[in-house]
């Protein structure tokens, strides 16, 4: 799925020599590479403050603390994303709210939230997910007619732009009040091991969450607030450095591949390229333009309309393709997260979505040869 071999050859004299200085230094932790990572992902984002911590589960997790959410507290989230997103709700005993999402961007639907919220509810995590932002016009206008949080899990849409409808162009993560991401290898920006950040513009919350990360310190040895230890290593913070200037670089090459993709699918039936949309682009939603990053394809993913996908995901590991179905099962139906207050025709999207996606490999060292054998092998099998 992803090539992180091909990707670390480009800059293997860079992160190797960055590596051994860290190791030289024996500054492993909070050394001066992580202060100059922070600030270097600061300016990126453009946001006042970065707080980088150990992965981006931890960093979903110690941004609901720093908020001070209290147990019983309702929080809502998509019902399709990775399981991270609602894990961490229901350990700090707050009350994850699954919604379902829009059928094209996959990302949660503002028309679900507004249904979704009682008295108890006090945040909302949109996950800008496969890379591509959720609907933040209304789902920060929904926030703020209701006074509460929005968390944007980022993990999967580092380096995304999302336009306004009012033109203001702001990337994925500096929009809500926090955000996380994380840094793991086969993220858009990934380390060489765990990593994950925090993000933020408000300056008394960044202050909170740095201590939260830090055993809930302010001044040494004295504890104020429950805190964890959730740190990046400098190591990592060095191959992060190494690489967050190739993010731009990185993203494009990725919607480079997902274009051949999309033109080598056009006009097959049975299978849905993925939407470019709600990001007020001006191009149509099928088209991925080249003027804005809206879209950093953290996955390219599609959908098989003709019940074929199990069938498909075999074949396509017979032939030694790789492809992955995220996800398979909706939170709302996982074991650890069923609730009575979830009806099923809630999830319409989501229950159809699980069937039928499908993500194919996308990194940025897929060549034309890979993207045409891959496209050629689905395409027949679709229409056989
Ligand atoms: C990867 C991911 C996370 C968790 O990140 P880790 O660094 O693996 O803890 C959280 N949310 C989403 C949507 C992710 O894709």
Known sequence: MVDLKGQYEQIKEQVNSSVLDVINST?????????????????????KHVIPCANGTDALQIAMMGLGLEPGDEVITADFT?????????????????????????????????????????????????????????????AKEHDLYVIEDNAQGIGANYKFTNGNVAKTGAIGHVASTSFFPSKNLGCYGDGGAIFTNDDELAHIIRGVVNHGMYKRYHHDVVGVNSRLDS?????????LPNLDTYNNTRR??????NKAFEGIQNIITPQVKGNNCDTDSTTICDTCDCHVFHQYTLKITNGKRDELAQHL????????????????????????????ADFPITNQLVKEVISLPMHTELDDEQIDFITRTIIDFVNS
């Open 235 to 243: 190591i990592q913070a060095a191959v992060l450095r190494t690489k």
């Open 27 to 47: 500054a492993f932790i909070n050394g001066p590479e992580v202060h100059s990572f922070q600030k270097e992902l600061e300016e990126y984002l453009d946001v």
């Open 256 to 261: 480079a591949a997902a274009r051949k993709y």
């Open 317 to 344: 590991n017979d032939k030694g393709i790789p492809c992955g179905v995220y996800y398979p099962i909706p939170l709302h139906s996982q074991k650890a997260y069923v609730d009575d207050r979830y009806n099923e």
């Open 82 to 142: 990775f399981a991270a997103t609602v894990e961490v709700i229901a350990l700090l005993r707050l009350t994850p709210v699954l919604v379902d999402v829009e059928p094209d961007s996959f990302n949660i639907d503002p028309a679900a939230i507004k249904k979704a919220i009682t008295p108890k509810t006090k945040a909302i995590v949109p996950v800008h997910l496969f890379g591509q932002s959720a609907n933040m016009d209304e789902i920060m206008a929904i």
